[in-house]
């Protein structure tokens, strides 16, 4: 391949700073030596060189007619230090090829026949030439290219050198509570290990015009997706790009986000080229005009348009069309995120942050979410569990999307118990202590632990383990505090592994919460209760196994006992009860909390969420902006969205509202294209050239245990701006 055609490749790929960097080293490889040596020395070098890389080095079958040739080869190497001259980025061997064939033609026709022979000898030995000079110029590219990458790196790693003198403790654990595997983060090599290089077979086997397309030959897999031979090609650069955040340069509230940050990250924000937020102005245009056949046509025009592919992964979602293609999309706007990462921008790190107050970054949250829950669907466990991570090491302080609550899920079903226990000790940017889930989740994976390392033991030592865990079990202890502590998973928790709850239980005013206001006019929920109800729904399938009813049900034996004062410390838990009852048995629920109930497809759970959240409108590819948010658009949307306007599949509406058949199609026509038009001039006149795992399948081990969030779509309420945060955004 040529220089000009690779720099053509770069350039269409949209990589056009890379195509810049292979003219720059191409004219580094062209430029005279400085070795002292004259210029005429210099001059005739090249004039031979370039001769040898035309012609050869055979001097069989030159005649009386060497003097043209001669002249042939002076006009050659002049035309050749013009084009240097001029800065023509054109490469040596394909420019000099041209010209040397005529001359080569013309000295053929004044030799005559006899040299014809000796003609073709030299134009298969300038061919060969030519392909030795690509060949050194792609090395020279790649050479440059590993360059780049190494001052790079030597940048990061100087920056990590700085960082780890002001690097606490407590940030230096979060890290590596955050840090990602890469090598985990690939679904299809997860679901070759689970279940054969047969379940992946047909993606393997893709067939182009009736041949089987090598292996190597298809598209290699990124960091967080891997891209298939069925998506679109890119014929440009998607228009979004992840940059560092320059607090020189930004507004205040950015410079006290950064400069506050507990977590010690760097941060990034996503931007909108011109040619996306040109596209982005067709894309509100159909949603306000609730054309979901639009939308398609745009993602179609536009095939990584990722607020419109988030979009239109939801109106398949919701309206009962694939899951598999719905999942396709949303890996597909995850691709498109990616093309945009800068190599400062590891995701994979644990240290880098994203602003969520941005509505250009907002669509990087939502498409890991999305992605993390069709992982799920497809039974892939430890992929979802280390995506889970990666999209709360975006934002640990705040956690806008809730990926703390599913985190001690994944990480049970991908068997990961060292992590949960080490998670619930060491980190401090959260509360976990104060969650149901996390406590229940740690008792359980100490006992999973509990059970391995039992296994692995000689059957006598089992045997005396097994006499001995009804006293000295730790996860018994995890267990008894976390059923004093929230007494009333208890009921819902036995209910949903079907175990038969105590008599005793159901008249105990310890396991009543006083908070709850019975109304069947208000079906709002207290804070606890929706925590309580996802960690239920989400993890109850966890606890069927036999061994862990067992266990629950001595573990709630013990709890009774310390309740009804046959045991010290009742005094102390009944303490931590009303402490915790007090913090979380409130009806103002955190915004994170209600934004990862309104995308967590539990219909049920919607109901509970409180009246204003439930009656307020938002987009599906943007749920529940943040208080604090920034959006170019705002003003636009705001001036042209009606309420009935977003009663569209796709987007969250209120039940009620939707029940009632509000027209969703009104509107002035004209006045609508006069807002577009100011849209337009606002921004810019660009010319615009799986195969599922059902939820109630159970399992003989806790590992293969399948009971994730419900997968029926369904429109509700989204968020409220006047939302209160808890306590930094995750004090859930």
């Not at 080869?73 to 040397?100: D, F, H």
């Not at 719905?326 to 994979?348: C, D, I, K, M």
């Not at 890991?368 to 497809?378: G, I, S, V, Y």
């Not at 995308?599 to 604090?628: N, Q, T």
Request: proline fraction near 4%; aromatic fraction near 6%.
């Amino acid at each position: 391949m040529s220089s000009r055609a690779v720099k053509r490749l770069l350039k269409e790929s949209g990589y056009d700073d890379l195509a810049e960097t292979a003219a720059m080293v191409e004219s580094r490889a062209n430029a005279p030596n400085e070795d002292g040596a004259s210029s005429e020395d210099q001059t005739e070098s090249k004039q031979q060189n370039m001769f040898d890389l035309l012609m050869g080095d055979n001097d069989a079958g030159r005649d009386s007619s060497s003097s043209e040739e001669e002249r042939d080869e002076q006009s050659v190497a002049e035309n050749k230090s013009k084009t240097l001259e001029t800065g023509n980025k054109k490469n040596i061997a394909t420019v000099g090829g041209s010209k040397g064939r005529r001359a080569a033609n013309s000295a053929g026709k004044r030799r005559g026949p006899a040299s014809k022979k000796g003609q073709q000898q030299q134009q298969q030995r300038g061919k060969g030439k030519q392909k030795t000079v690509d060949d050194l110029e792609m090395r020279e590219l790649q050479k440059h290219l590993d360059e780049m990458h190494e001052l790079a790196e030597q940048d990061d790693a100087s920056s990590n050198k700085d960082d780890a003198s002001t690097v606490t403790e407590q940030q230096r654990m979060g890290r590596e509570l955050l840090a990602a595997d890469v090598k985990s983060l690939d679904a299809e090599a997860e679901i070759r290990r689970l279940f054969g290089s047969a379940a992946v077979a047909n993606d393997n086997n893709v067939r182009i015009g009736g041949r089987k397309v090598p292996r190597h030959m298809l598209p290699k897999r990124l960091t967080l997706t891997r891209p298939k031979l069925t998506w679109p090609p890119i014929q440009h650069a998607p228009g979004v790009s992840v940059e560092a955040i320059d607090v020189s340069k930004a507004d205040a509230a950015t410079c006290n986000i950064v400069q506050a940050d507990i977590t010690g990250g760097r941060w990034f924000a996503v931007e909108h080229s011109e040619r996306f937020r040109a596209v982005q102005v067709e894309f509100l245009e159909a949603v306000v005009r609730n054309d979901a056949d639009a939308i398609a046509a745009i993602v179609y025009q536009h095939p990584y348009h990722v607020d419109a592919l988030l979009q239109l992964s939801e109106i398949i979602k919701q309206t009962g069309g694939d899951f598999g293609e719905a999942g396709a999309l949303v890996e597909r706007a995850l691709y498109a995120f990616e093309q945009g990462f800068t190599p400062r921008f590891s995701v994979t790190s644990g240290v880098a942050r994203v602003d969520f107050r941005r509505i250009e970054s907002r669509g990087l949250f939502l498409a890991l979410f999305r992605h993390m829950q069709f992982l799920a669907r497809r039974g892939c466990w430890r992929t979802a569990f280390e995506v889970n991570k990666v999209l709360l090491s975006l934002d640990p302080a705040q956690d806008p999307y809730g990926a703390l609550i599913t985190l001690d899920f994944h990480a049970l079903k991908a068997a990961q118990y060292e992590y949960v226990e080490r998670f619930a000790d060491q980190w401090a940017w959260a509360p976990v202590q104060m969650m149901p889930g996390w406590s229940f989740s740690r008792a359980l994976a100490a006992f999973m632990l509990e059970r391995r390392k039992q296994k692995r033991a000689p059957q006598q030592q089992q045997q005396q383990q097994q006499q001995q865990q009804a006293h000295d079990q730790p996860s018994m202890e995890y267990l008894v505090d976390a059923i004093l502590t929230f007494p009333t998973a208890v009921p819902a928790l036995w209910d949903k592994a079907s175990i038969d709850v105590d008599a005793r239980v159901a008249g105990h005013p310890y396991f009543d919460d006083p908070h709850i206001k019975s109304s069947d006019d208000d079906p709002a929920m207290t804070h606890m209760q929706l925590l309580v109800r996802l960690f239920v729904e989400r993890s109850g399938a966890l606890y069927r196994v036999p061994e862990v009813t067992q266990w629950l049900q001595e573990g709630l034996r013990r709890a009774l006992a310390r309740i009804e004062g046959c045991s010290d410390g009742s005094a102390v838990f009944a303490a931590r009860k009303r402490r915790v009852q007090s913090a979380m048995c409130s009806y103002v629920v955190p915004e994170n909390v209600s934004r990862h109930v309104l995308v967590a497809d539990m219909d049920a759970l919607k109901a509970g969420l409180p009246e204003h959240i439930r009656s307020a409108e938002s987009y599906a590819f943007d749920p529940m902006p943040p208080i604090d948010n920034i959006d170019p658009y705002s003003e636009f949307v705001g001036g042209m969205m009606h309420p009935a306007h977003l009663m569209m599949p796709g987007a969250f509406v209120d039940a009620a509202a939707a029940a009632e058949g509000d027209d969703v199609g009104g509107g002035d026509g004209n006045v609508l294209q006069r807002l577009l038009g100011l849209i337009r001039g606002r921004l810019g006149d660009v010319d615009l050239g799986d195969p599922g795992t059902s939820d109630d399948e159970e399992y003989d081990s806790i590992g293969d245990n399948s009971d994730s969030d419900d997968k029926d779509g369904g429109r509700s309420g989204s968020g409220d701006r006047e939302t209160p945060s808890a306590g930094g955004g995750n004090e859930v």
